[in-house]
């Protein structure tokens, strides 16, 4: 069965950078586009952007230009995402999420990485 | 890119049936029909429940429907059940530099 098992909580201090990681199984992971998703505590969904597993191309959304990576690793089946320069406001739920078959969907989604961001 | 606007809140007694509503523009929800939505319980991480306007994965209830018209999209749970109580979330492709973009979450609460 599909699992996104993603790496435990995090605490960090502002200005720092966090790195979290997404290991997948079951599908065949360079056939399919992953995604990196966020969370604030009571808020809503917003989406960061997405790395084609195969070929490697990224797409970020252009609010976290410059302050994000993505990126994988073909022979763990392991997504990445990377964050610079956190802010108190960086503090969120972040999920990495497969894009199904047939695209612009996302099926299935990783339990979610809580990172905090305080001094 | 701003986000998909949704009505705050919806509530329904069960057994009826509830509408929610998710309004963008022709550059997302109405310039494609790849608008999914999404279900999520406290503490946990979002489930797709309708994708393509109005495809339902495999295991998803068919009290779950979704449709679309011009630049706002719907979706309609009939027969409202208890379990049915938690915050949704729309989402589309876009033709804009952020390719994609989510709804601001409407919560439903089952009276």
């Not at chain 1, 969370?39 to 252009?62: C, V």
């Not at chain 2, 319980?41 to 495999?58: E, N, Q, T, Y």
Request: glycine letters at 10%; aromatic letters at 10%; hydrophobic letters at 30%.
């Amino acid at each position: 069965q599909v699992q996104l098992v993603q790496s435990g909580p995090e605490v960090k201090e502002p200005g720092a950078s966090v790195k979290v990681s997404c290991k997948t199984s079951g599908f065949t992971f360079i056939d399919y586009h992953m995604h990196w998703v966020r969370q604030a505590p009571g808020q809503g969904l917003e989406w960061m952007g997405l790395i084609n597993a195969n070929s490697g191309t990224i797409d970020y959304a252009q609010i976290f230009e410059g302050r994000v990576t993505i990126t994988r690793d073909t022979s763990l089946n392991t997504v990445y995402l990377e964050l610079r320069t956190l802010r108190s406001d960086d503090t969120a739920v972040y999920y990495c999420v497969r894009e199904g078959d047939g695209y612009k969907k996302f099926d299935y989604w990783g339990q979610g990485n809580l990172v905090t961001v305080s001094s | 890119q701003s986000a998909l606007t949704q009505s705050a809140s919806v509530s329904g007694s069960p057994g009826q049936s509830i509408t929610i509503s998710c309004t963008g523009t022709n550059s997302d929800v109405g310039g494609y029909n790849y608008v999914s939505w999404y279900q999520q319980h406290p503490g946990k991480a979002p489930k797709l429940m309708i994708h393509d306007v109005s495809d339902r994965p495999s295991g998803v209830s068919n009290r779950f429907s979704g449709s679309k018209s011009g630049n706002t999209a719907s979706l309609t749970i009939a027969g409202l059940q208890a379990e049915d109580e938690a915050d949704y979330y729309c989402a589309s492709y876009t033709s804009t530099s952020t390719p994609y973009v989510f709804g601001t979450g409407t919560k439903v609460t089952v009276l």
